[in-house]
């Protein structure tokens, strides 16, 4: 014996078989359902809401125009350094100076020594030139980078111009200096301009379809201290302020113009709409836009192209994307079917015949759903009735079944405010390619969130 006491061998096992009950059953389930879900929402593409906005649609027509004037070119008789002394686009009377040129180069360069510190700038010297290079900007474009150089010598001219004035001034004042210079006049009053581009002979029916290349196209600008040749070029007047202006334009936009009235368009962006005759020539495969002035011609009277819009058609309203843009089918419900509400209030019903469990026949008022109305039919939402549904007019017991109503297609977008996809009806006032302009409604308003792409969509789905 060794003191210890023997220990009782008897071992119990306990039972280890696993008791599932209900709870952990509907545990299980809701864990599946979760993840199931979860997996689904992720493989589900999103839904996307568009917030509707306030716009316009127009179809107005953008194109080029050239500018054709009475254009009367003036050369010289005589080589040398050509001076400038009227601004390009001034008016000037008959037999007053335009230029000179100095067969020497000599003249001109004593009498620029001479008045030197007297040639300043008045603030409308500066605005003239801030205007060419504004102007220059808004017609810049890439693919026509070449017009750079024209626009060199615009600035190149207009700086020189400014100068000589003064020069012009001096030579004209002094006997001595007069000699040396051979003086070329105006031949007739008008408006003169600096440049030469082989188009001042064109008439409105002489335009073709290669005039309007830019790329082919060649001005150039006559500039003071130039070398002259004679029976070169030195000005132009334009004593005529009578002009055109020729746009070209396809045959389907053609059809677009208003007919016996005035075109309003915009030139080169300005800020005034202008209104003016025009008549169409046909072309080949294009037309021709002949519009006819009176006035404005000094305002672009250096300019041989012009960006001309033409006014038409201006829609406003509600801009919606197309892809938001759904159709639906609705039951047309004889206007002599509907009734007044309980209490004659302004809210219209249909009696609708129900069968109860013991035969008995019995009406009930449904307020369905009206989209829109006119003299014969209501338009009213399909999902308010079943096709066994049987309409019955209270006054004459007349019936008709629901499964035998017209029914037409209507136009609308999926509302998303709520969460739901909530049907709603849009008149489109103008479609274009990617948007469309409705008008207001009480459905819809600004800023409310609809879907923005229908397809697959299925009306009172759950968005979010």
């Known amino acids: 014996m060794n003191g210890k006491k023997r220990r009782n061998g008897k071992v119990i096992k306990m039972n280890q078989t696993v008791k599932i009950n209900a709870a952990v059953i509907i545990f299980a389930v809701i864990l599946v359902y979760v993840i199931i879900s979860i997996f689904l929402s992720l493989r589900k593409e999103p839904i996307t809401t568009y917030k509707v906005s306030k716009s316009n649609i127009n179809n107005n027509i953008s194109c080029t125009g050239i500018a054709i004037r009475s254009e009367n070119i003036i050369t010289t008789d005589k080589s040398g350094y050509v001076s400038y002394y009227v601004r390009d686009g001034e008016r000037i009377s008959r037999n007053k100076t335009v230029c000179t040129v100095d067969e020497s180069g000599n003249t001109l360069e004593l009498i620029s020594e001479s008045v030197a510190d007297t040639v300043v700038f008045t603030d409308e010297d500066y605005k003239n030139i801030r205007d060419t290079i504004s102007l220059y900007k808004m017609d810049y474009s890439d693919e026509e980078f070449i017009n750079i150089y024209n626009f060199k010598n615009s600035i190149d001219n207009k700086v020189l111009e400014l100068s000589n004035e003064i020069l012009m001034q001096q030579a004209t004042s002094d ?8 003086s070329i006049t105006a031949s007739e009053s008008g408006i003169i301009t600096y440049y030469v581009d082989g188009m001042e002979n064109l008439t409105p029916s002489t335009v073709t379809k290669e005039d309007f290349d830019k790329t082919t196209y060649e001005k150039t600008t006559l500039k003071t201290g130039e070398v002259v040749t004679a029976n070169t070029a030195v000005f132009k007047i334009i004593a005529d302020e009578n002009w055109n202006i020729v746009c070209m334009i396809t045959n389907e936009q053609a059809e677009l113009l208003p007919e016996n009235s005035n075109l309003k368009f915009i030139i080169n962006n300005s800020n005034y709409q202008i209104s003016a005759p025009y008549e169409l020539i046909q072309g080949d495969d294009c037309t021709y836009i002949n519009i006819s002035l009176k006035k404005y011609m000094t305002n672009y009277v250096s300019e041989r192209y012009l960006n001309i819009e033409i006014i038409l058609d201006q829609y406003e309203g509600l801009k919606i994307p197309n892809t938001s843009i759904t159709e639906k089918t609705v039951y047309k419900i004889p206007v002599e079917y509907m009734a007044q509400g309980a209490n004659q209030s302004s809210t219209s019903v249909v009696y609708v015949q129900d069968v109860l469990e013991n035969g008995e026949v019995t009406t009930k008022a449904v307020e369905p759903d009206i989209y829109k109305s006119d003299d014969e039919f209501y338009y009213v939402d399909p999902n308010d009735f079943s096709e066994s549904d049987v309409i019955v007019q209270l006054e ?55 879907i923005l792409n229908s397809d697959g969509i299925i009306e009172n789905q759950i968005i979010y």
């Open 396 to 450: 004459t017991n007349n019936t008709i079944s629901v499964s035998l109503l017209s029914t037409d297609v209507i136009t609308g977008v999926y509302l998303a405010n709520k969460g739901t996809a909530d049907f709603v009806m849009i008149n489109i006032t103008k479609t274009g390619d990617e948007f469309s302009i409705i008008s207001d409604n009480d459905k819809l308003r600004e800023f409310d969130n609809i």
């Open 175 to 182: 006997n001595s200096v007069q000699a040396g210079l051979d």
